[in-house]
């Protein structure tokens, strides 16, 4: 494919100029020698006509002799380089540049008929058959005395004209010869501007095909070359990054599957072969279902990532109480907080505060942001969930005053698989999921969540939903 491109372009390059060639043979010889043919006709019109009034008119009026015109006429002859005669209405030459004045041997045009011109002026023709060859010929009128006495006829060769026409034609060929070399400018500016890059681009196709989505390669212009290279760099390093992602990801996974499995394994074994003796077999019993509850929720997440991911943008967006929602949360959360003696307080703006979300997915944000703010929270403490409401926005902050997280970890904390080390002693049960499904959700309502913590004194996260529009609030309540 690389090679044709370049080939294409200078076939089409060598038709263009084999066309011009031929064109400009065709059609220049036809214009000029039209536009020459034109011009000799009327010079020499001009000529015949002023020879007729002067010296050829004296020939009838007699005040002139027949040698001094003739004399006058030849040397005009050799100036406008063609033949002058004086031609009697029957057809007697009565003068003739070409041949010397002889009374005896008059010469007779046959047929001589200078109105079959009709309304041009000049006539290209054999010359009644005088000439072998095509010869242009003018005719104008000798007046005397009111009547027409004879004619003044100028013939010129048309081989001439067909000479001068062959010089333009030359001259025309030269001229579409050097602009056909100086067209090879766009040839170079082709190789240059579109062909190079196109080379470097097509070559990296190839390696991103072949799986190499490290090659990286660099087109430097601004154009829309330059653009396409970039854009091609920049998707091969989305794919590049999201491959390491899944690889990431599948060790994660593997890893976290593995370590539960390895201690269901190792309990149950233990218990079969005595090592842990009947008597202790329900304590290590708990620790296995417990392990069994954390890889249920393991799987449990993961499809809801998947699913997040695979439907995209699939939302089912309603209109309803976000205070609502927050009521339920923290009721479900009711036991739990009881055991930690911990207090959940609702600053929630009005009696209802309607936002435009997909509410099953909101109440999941909210059961995940509380959870994480439950499990790392100290006893005897407090966790505030607040609603505010700013330009068409409202805004819910989960806040805890917990264990925190410290400042390096806070940019991880929404990757897939992220636990801080401090919340690995906490929460054995974690698996570092919840905040990246929050964050999906929160995404996909194309909102943003946030993290403002301090180590050891507490954590808020705060996302935005969208404020239900007030007329189709109407409609639901
Ligand atoms: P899961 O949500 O699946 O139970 P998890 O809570 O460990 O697991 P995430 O909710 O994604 O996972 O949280 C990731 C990590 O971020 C937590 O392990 C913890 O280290 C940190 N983190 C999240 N919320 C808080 C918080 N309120 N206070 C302190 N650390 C937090
Ligand atoms: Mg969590």
Same mark, same amino acid.
């Given at each position: 494919?690389?090679?044709?491109?370049?080939?294409?372009?200078?076939?089409?390059?060598i038709i263009?100029?084999?066309?011009?060639?031929?064109?400009?043979?065709?059609?220049?010889?036809?214009?000029?020698?039209d536009?020459l043919?034109?011009?000799?006709?009327?010079?020499?019109?001009?000529?015949?006509?002023?020879?007729?009034?002067?010296?050829? +008119?004296?020939?009838?009026?007699?005040?002139?002799?027949?040698?001094?015109v003739?004399?006058?006429?030849?040397?005009?002859?050799?100036?406008?380089?063609?033949?002058?005669?004086?031609?009697?209405?029957?057809?007697?030459?009565?003068l003739?540049?070409?041949?010397?004045?002889d009374?005896?041997?008059?010469?007779?045009?046959?047929?001589?008929?200078?109105?079959?011109?009709?309304?041009?002026?000049y006539?290209?023709?054999?010359?009644?058959?005088?000439?072998?060859?095509?010869?242009?010929?003018?005719?104008?009128?000798?007046?005397?005395?009111?009547?027409?006495?004879?004619?003044?006829?100028?013939?010129? +060769?048309?081989?001439?004209?067909a000479?001068? +026409?062959?010089?333009?034609?030359?001259?025309a060929?030269?001229?579409?010869?050097?602009?056909f070399?100086?067209?090879?400018i766009?040839?170079?500016?082709?190789?240059?501007?579109?062909?190079?890059?196109?080379?470097?681009?097509?070559?990296?196709?190839?390696?991103?095909? %072949?799986?190499?989505?490290?090659?990286?390669?660099?087109?430097?212009?601004?154009?829309?070359m330059?653009?396409?290279?970039?854009?091609?760099?920049?998707?091969?390093?989305?794919?590049?990054r999201?491959?390491?992602d899944?690889?990431?990801?599948?060790?994660?996974?593997s890893?976290?599957?593995?370590?539960?499995?390895? %201690?269901?394994?190792g309990?149950?074994?233990?218990?079969?072969?005595?090592?842990?003796p009947?008597?202790?077999?329900?304590?290590?019993?708990?620790?296995?279902?417990?392990? =069994?509850?954390?890889?249920?929720?393991?799987t449990?997440?993961?499809?809801?990532?998947?699913?997040? !991911?695979?439907?995209?943008?699939?939302?089912?967006?309603?209109?309803?109480?976000? !205070?609502?929602?927050?009521r !339920?949360?923290?009721?479900?959360?009711?036991?739990?907080?009881? !055991?930690?003696?911990?207090?959940i307080?609702?600053?929630?703006?009005g009696e209802?505060?309607?936002?435009?979300?997909?509410?099953?997915?909101?109440?999941?944000?909210?059961?995940n942001?509380?959870?994480n703010?439950?499990?790392?929270?100290?006893?005897?403490?407090?966790?505030?969930?607040?609603?505010?409401?700013?330009?068409?926005?409202?805004?819910?902050?989960?806040?805890?005053?917990?264990?925190?997280?410290?400042?390096?970890?806070q940019k991880?904390?929404?990757d897939?698989?992220?636990?801080?080390?401090?919340?690995?002693?906490?929460?054995?049960?974690?698996?570092?999921?919840?905040?990246?499904?929050?964050?999906?959700?929160?995404?996909?309502?194309?909102e943003?969540?946030?993290?403002? +913590?301090?180590?050891?004194?507490? =954590?808020?996260?705060?996302f935005?939903?969208a404020?239900?529009?007030?007329?189709?609030?109407?409609?639901?309540?």
């Amino acid at each position: 494919m690389k090679k044709t491109l370049y080939l294409k372009f200078i076939i089409a390059y060598i038709i263009f100029g084999v066309f011009a060639f031929f064109l400009i043979g065709l059609l220049v010889p036809m214009i000029a020698q039209d536009t020459l043919k034109k011009e000799r006709a009327e010079d020499l019109y001009t000529e015949a006509v002023l020879i007729a009034d002067t010296y050829a +008119s004296g020939l009838y009026t007699n005040d002139t002799s027949l040698g001094a015109v003739k004399n006058q006429l030849d040397v005009l002859s050799v100036f406008i380089n063609a033949t002058i005669r004086v031609i009697n209405p029957s057809g007697r030459v009565v003068l003739s540049s070409d041949t010397p004045l002889d009374v005896d041997n008059v010469e007779i045009i046959e047929n001589f008929d200078p109105t079959a011109a009709g309304t041009s002026y000049y006539m290209i023709d054999d010359f009644y058959g005088y000439y072998n060859t095509d010869v242009l010929t003018v005719y104008a009128p000798i007046t005397a005395t009111y009547k027409v006495r004879g004619y003044v006829v100028i013939n010129s +060769s048309m081989a001439q004209i067909a000479q001068a +026409s062959e010089k333009y034609l030359s001259i025309a060929y030269i001229t579409l010869l050097i602009a056909f070399l100086l067209s090879l400018i766009v040839l170079i500016f082709f190789t240059e501007l579109v062909y190079s890059p196109l080379k470097k681009i097509t070559y990296a196709t190839e390696q991103y095909a %072949s799986g190499n989505m490290h090659y990286e390669f660099q087109v430097e212009s601004n154009d829309e070359m330059g653009y396409l290279a970039a854009a091609l760099g920049y998707m091969a390093s989305e794919i590049a990054r999201a491959e390491d992602d899944q690889k990431k990801f599948v060790a994660n996974v593997s890893h976290d599957f593995r370590s539960p499995l390895t %201690s269901i394994r190792g309990y149950l074994e233990a218990m079969i072969d005595g090592t842990i003796p009947p008597e202790m077999h329900e304590k290590y019993l708990t620790i296995v279902l417990n392990e =069994t509850e954390r890889l249920t929720k393991l799987t449990n997440s993961l499809l809801t990532l998947n699913n997040l !991911n695979t439907k995209g943008l699939m939302l089912n967006r309603t209109n309803f109480d976000i !205070n609502a929602v927050i009521r !339920n949360v923290a009721a479900t959360f009711e036991g739990t907080c009881k !055991n930690k003696k911990l207090a959940i307080e609702l600053i929630l703006t009005g009696e209802e505060l309607y936002v435009n979300a997909d509410m099953e997915k909101i109440q999941q944000v909210l059961y995940n942001l509380t959870d994480n703010a439950i499990k790392f929270s100290h006893h005897d403490s407090l966790i505030k969930i607040e609603t505010t409401e700013k330009k068409n926005k409202v805004f819910v902050s989960v806040k805890d005053y917990g264990i925190g997280i410290p400042k390096e970890d806070q940019k991880y904390v929404f990757d897939r698989f992220y636990k801080s080390d401090a919340s690995r002693g906490k929460d054995k049960k974690g698996t570092g999921l919840g905040l990246s499904i929050t964050k999906e959700i929160i995404h996909s309502h194309e909102e943003h969540i946030d993290v403002i +913590s301090t180590e050891g004194v507490g =954590t808020e996260f705060v996302f935005s939903l969208a404020l239900a529009d007030e007329k189709e609030q109407k409609v639901i309540e």
